[in-house]
């Protein structure tokens, strides 16, 4: 009676997962270890698609490098990559009607407000420009929190290492920083692609993200009034009053 072999024969097909994990890991010294079971242990997705992407991030963290505290570089793609998808180009009809429903907004408003009326065209955007509309306001809402991290980290590091550990780390520290902006851009990336596939225009953090620009984001629009049997004008207007 023949035993079962350990491995896989060749026209045996494997598991898209396990042979990712596999090479990541090595192939030495595996036999009986099975890569999905650590994968799920460690709760990285199954889907082997989503975990290749997911590499790829981590390949990008290890090989960017940047001045800054924050990699704003690898921010921008992470960013754009997070909401791309269903992202239709914004229609000349849309911009219009998004145009018409500022303009109309502003006028009910300029009687009982303080603020003064202004001349600035309304806006329609995408997802993908309004990420580019507004990372630079994000730029400057959170370097200075991704500055103090990185002086924390540093100033820890000096007091709390013996001087023969700070030579030796050498080099080092300069990675870790590195590591640290790219870990900083990539999170600020993902969360900053994900609003867009939720916000309807350029205030609805309770900040001017756009600085003066007023815009709404009509694929959100759209999203935002499914299920209300609300009219879509009267959708737009009232989140051009909000």
Same mark, same amino acid.
């Given at each position: ?25 090595? *192939?030495? @010294? ?21 975990? /290749? ?24 793609? /992470? ?13 000349? /009809? ?57 002086? /924390? ?26 590591? @640290? *902006?790219?870990?900083? @851009? ?6 900053? *692609? ?6 309807? @225009? ?41």
């Amino acid at each position: 009676m023949s035993s079962t072999p350990a491995n896989n024969d060749d026209d045996t097909p494997k598991d898209p997962l396990s042979e990712m994990l596999a090479k990541l890991l090595g *192939g030495e @010294g595996m036999e009986g270890f099975d890569p999905a079971e650590l994968a799920k242990a460690a709760g990285l997705p199954e889907d082997p698609k989503v975990l /290749a992407q997911m590499f790829s991030q981590v390949q990008a963290m290890m090989n960017s490098s940047s001045d800054t505290p924050v990699n704003w570089e690898l921010a921008h793609d /992470a960013a754009r990559k997070s909401a791309a998808g269903d992202d239709p180009s914004v229609t000349p /009809a849309q911009s219009r009607e998004v145009d018409e429903a500022l303009r109309l907004a502003e006028m009910w408003l300029d009687p009982f407000t303080d603020l003064a009326a202004t001349a600035i065209i309304g806006k329609a955007w995408s997802r993908a420009e309004w990420v580019e509309e507004t990372l630079g306001t994000w730029q400057r809402l959170t370097e200075p929190v991704a500055n103090s991290i990185a002086f /924390a980290i540093s100033t820890a590091m000096n007091e709390q290492l013996p001087e023969e550990m700070k030579s030796m780390m050498g080099g080092a520290a300069s990675m870790m920083q590195n590591m @640290g *902006g790219a870990l900083f @851009g990539l999170q600020l990336g993902q969360a900053v *692609g994900a609003l867009a596939k939720e916000v309807v @225009g350029s205030t609805d953090i309770g900040i001017p993200l756009a600085d003066l620009q007023m815009a709404l984001l009509p694929a959100n629009v759209k999203a935002f009034g499914e299920g209300l049997e609300v009219p879509e004008q009267e959708i737009r207007l009232f989140l051009a009053l909000r």
